[in-house]
T-cell receptor
Framework: ETGVTQTPRHLVMGMTNKKSLKCEQH?????MYWYKQSAKKPLELMFV???????ENNSVPSRFSPECPNSSHLFLHLHTLQPEDSALYLC????????????FGSGTRLTVV | GEDVEQSLFLSVREGDSSVINCTYT??????LYWYKQEPGAGLQLLTY?????DMKQDQRLTVLLNKKDKHLSLRIADTQTGDSAIYFC??????????FGAGTRLTVKP
């Protein structure tokens, strides 16, 4: 149990579907993050939420839409994705501003067909 | 661009030492990190080093930091098959967000 839970673990979706990824943390952290992990590429930071406000959006296409309803939950809403969006999507949480590391979930393996 | 760079693959024999290298970009980074990712799992923080240190040892793990060259390394002594995983180097950027490398896949052969 890492303290950060992501669901589902695996997701296959068509390019016209709409789906959502969910992340939950009960560590009392005040920041949550979405990262995209593709083979042989650095982890790409997608979105940062601090105290439930989005503080960063690193030029992510609008087909990815994050939502942070409270400090424990983070969603990534997906619609009209492309095959190149297939990747492992990782959620993490931390105390923003501290030098402690992040706590990661196990990720959602997304395949777009 | 500003990337954290690592070689992608490393293969060692069980019992040997492994050395995973990383170069980072931000000379003002105060902390540098090593994470481990096992198959089917997220990243797990292994260790970190404060930038005013040259070395940190934690059981079989030794982290070496060369600030002048912006070079970080992770040495695993007496490498075991259970150490097979992907190892990520990371630094905090100017926005205080974690910036990662692409990861080094360590394979340990019996």
């Amino acid at each position: 149990e890492t303290g950060v839970t992501q669901t589902p673990r695996h997701l296959v979706m068509g390019m016209t579907n709409k789906k959502s990824l969910k992340c939950e943390q009960h560590l009392g952290h005040n920041a949550m993050y979405w990262y995209k992990q593709s083979a042989k590429k650095p982890l790409e930071l997608m979105f940062v939420y601090s105290l439930e406000e989005r503080v960063e959006n690193n030029s992510v296409p609008s087909r990815f839409s994050p939502e942070c309803p409270n400090s424990s939950h983070l969603f990534l809403h997906l619609h009209t994705l492309q095959p190149e969006d297939s990747a492992l999507y990782l959620c993490a949480s931390s105390w923003r501003g501290s030098n402690y590391g992040y706590t990661f979930g196990s990720g959602t393996r997304l395949t777009v067909v | 661009g500003e990337d954290v760079e690592q070689s992608l693959f490393l293969s060692v024999r069980e019992g040997d030492s492994s050395v995973i290298n990383c170069t980072y970009t931000d000379s003002s980074s105060t902390y540098l990190y090593w994470y481990k990712q096992e198959p089917g799992a997220g990243l797990q923080l292994l260790t970190y080093i404060f930038s005013n240190m040259d070395m940190k040892q934690d059981q079989r793990l030794t982290v070496l930091l060369n600030k002048k060259d912006k070079h970080l390394s992770l040495r695993i002594a007496d490498t075991q098959t259970g150490d097979s995983a992907i190892y990520f180097c990371a630094e905090k950027d100017n926005n205080n967000d974690m910036r990662f490398g692409a990861g080094t896949r360590l394979t340990v052969k019996p």
